[in-house]
């Protein structure tokens, strides 16, 4: 039987996920659990003594005020360490530390005893691949170092430091590489910045200095994500740099991901922030046209989805700045066309999506789509051809066409025209505009061409 305390904990949990940001709930409370109830206490086991007072600093007024709303009285939430009562993650996972037939370097520890003193082990996904990765102009890169490093860990650019806005990949990146050591037999460790303060703090605390050092020398590649985390924690900053030093003097592969350049960490200790500059500094950019749409193709494959390239085209267009954003458009697209039991046509999306659905934008998109197809038959390409960066003079000058009769007759903002061709900048927008109109006065066959075009239209 389910022991009463788990069971309203786990309705607590449910309404705090809505509530909390996730990264702070999977870090903090995804491994909780209900133990008791006493006396108007609900007793709730945490891994670590550092987690309960994180929760207990950061979260108790929302906890509190969730659980009293579930058991429908004043109630008080205790955090209790109980490194036993963690929950097994539920995504399917390759362990952290995976075993290794033979080691290259000296000093390991044996993999089953490091095995048993990680303290959480952080699960890879394996869809994090190489593989899955869809390359472009923005994360060449990045993902040429990335797989530079997976094949050759501690060799060529060490540390790697990979950086970006959110969602543009970093985390898939450091994945894949430590999925693809792994299949090497060799040891990745991969961490957020979190983690590594969790256990380096739990580390002084519980006196296991020793142990948490092993454990980190232990690794082939050490990657640690979003280190910006360790803002203001200037102890754990020292334990990295420590960790830093040892692993590359032992020729480990380190792998960093942070929301922004080194230069401009300013939170970092000096001599940290140059550390992260010694080996190779690679940025991701947001992804342009084509990249967006070829990951949407790639994502609907991946689950069995049908997309034709004009409906991909226009999920690609939405305005969001992530990749992990346009995954979100791209699923919630699939989950109506399932829902409703259709096929996904232009109609379906602008459905789906509001941005795409509010009056006005759905018109604009649906006569920009049809400006798009009618230059594109024009001139003998694809639409796809028309949104990439051109390649030739025909495609260059159907291409201005385009941008001219977006600006003309569906009053599409230079920006946006920009971001729809090919991701061009506003002056690039505004130059071609005055071509075609210079054109327009001196050549006649252009203006005829040009005149069919916006009867059609
Ligand atoms: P970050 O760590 O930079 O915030 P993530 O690595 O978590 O971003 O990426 C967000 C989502 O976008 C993930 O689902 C990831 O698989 C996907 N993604 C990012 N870049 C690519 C890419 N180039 N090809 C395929 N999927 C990508
Ligand atoms: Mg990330």
Redo the contacts with the bound molecule.
Sequence with gaps: MINPAQKIWSACLGRLQLEIPRTSYDTWLKTTTGQSMEDGHLIVGVPTTFAAEWLERRLTPAIQRVASEVVGAEIRVVFQVTPGGVRVEEEPAVPLVSARASSPAADHTPPVAVAATLPRQEALNP??SFS?????EG?QLA?AAATAVAQQPGERYNPLFIY????????????AIANEVALHSLRPMYVTSEQFTGDFVRSIRERTQDEFRARYRSADVLLV??IQFLEGKEQTQIGFFHAFNELHNANRQIVI?CDRAPSAVQFLEDRLRSRFQWGLVAD?QP?DME?RTA?LH??AERVRVNLNQEVAHVIAQMPVT???E??GCLNKVIALATFLGKAITLDLVSTALPALANGTHRYALLTQEATLQAVAKQYATSVHDLCTRPRDRKTTEAQRVAMYLLATLVKVSAEETGRVLGDWNRRTVSNSFKAVQQKLQGDSAFKDTLDRLMEKL
């Excluded at 970006?164 to 994945?175: A, D, Q, R």
Aim: no cysteine; aromatic share 8%; proline share 3%.
């Design positions: 869809r994090y899955s990765f869809v390359v472009g994360n993902y970006s806005g959110v969602g543009l990949g970093k985390t898939h990146l450091l994945h994500d979003d991901a991701i992804p990249t990951i790639q994502k992530s990749i992990r346009l995954e």
